[in-house]
């Protein structure tokens, strides 16, 4: 098999995986949201990318996963980094598969007109407003706009993206698979039945989850600060997937890309 792409936020590029390398040069977040690039050595890389989804899935198939370097981001830096790979140091040829990590959609940019011109926001108005003169609330308030329907809207444009995004790669002979961290996004995928076709449920102790959040709700050892098993009584203060979750998230890829292939 040829190369495979994963493109995720954070739990893709592995954050916290490098505490499992028992190395002394490690620094223990004060809390679980803290991440400071410069306490990451090389060595912590060398450990995580290890231990990561994508290296297990890749090994799996004798092939090379290829990630982002910059840990973080979401479904527009992803496609962005995969548009940039093809007019770079890469070929079409050269991959067989793209693993898509859906991760908090919110992350992403919404595009909205107003007043005859487009306009692209993080803006989320769930918050306070800190730029209440903004020409997003503006057309925010004049549509009568409710948080439901933004919310809506939002997803629909993002999963519109990423069908067009994944649609084009197919057309170029790279197949994908698709998993998502959290929930939002789960009944458009599935509403959608050429990306719903790519969509991986996640597998371990023969029941079925259809997000990473959902697996790990059920079982605490699936995320690092409730990692028991392996810190003991004190687990750093991560919210990370664990390495056991890595572990359930490559085996669901690896059976989904095997029955592809057998098709």
């Known amino acids: 098999m040829n190369g495979i792409v994963f493109l995720g936020c954070s739990f893709t590029w592995g954050q916290g995986l490098y505490f499992y390398s028992g190395l002394d040069t490690l620094k223990l977040p004060d809390n679980e949201y803290m991440f400071n690039q410069n306490e990451v050595t090389h060595a912590h890389i060398m450990y995580k990318n290890k231990f990561r989804f994508a290296r297990l899935v890749a090994d799996e198939f004798k092939t090379f996963e290829l990630c982002k370097n910059i840990n973080g981001g979401c479904e527009d830096h992803s496609f962005k980094f995969l548009d940039k790979l093809f007019i770079t140091n890469y070929c079409y040829d050269d991959f067989d598969y793209i693993v898509l990590q859906i991760s908090h959609i919110f992350r992403n940019d919404f595009e ?4 005859g ?3 692209n926001t993080n803006l989320d108005p769930r918050h306070e407003r800190n730029e209440p003169d903004n020409s997003f609330y503006k057309w925010y308030d004049s549509n009568n706009i409710t948080e439901d329907i933004w919310k809506d809207m939002f997803i629909k444009q993002q999963v519109e993206k990423i069908h067009k995004k ?10 994908s698979k698709i998993i ?3 929930e939002d996004v789960i009944p458009y995928i599935k509403n959608d039945l050429f990306l719903n076709e790519k969509f991986v449920i996640l597998e371990y102790n023969n029941k079925f989850y259809e997000s990473i959040s959902l697996l790990q709700k ?8 409730y990692d028991y098993d392996f810190f003991g009584d004190n687990p750093p203060l991560d919210h990370h997937p664990s390495k056991l979750c890595h572990e359930v998230i490559a085996n669901s890829l690896i059976k989904s890309i095997k029955e592809t292939e057998k098709i």
């Open 218 to 225: 059920e079982y605490q050892n699936m995320t690092i600060k």
């Open 180 to 182: 998502t961290w959290q």
């Open 112 to 115: 909205f007109e107003y007043n």
């Open 117 to 119: 011109k487009i306009y």
């Open 166 to 175: 994944i649609e084009f790669y197919e057309r170029k002979g790279i197949k």
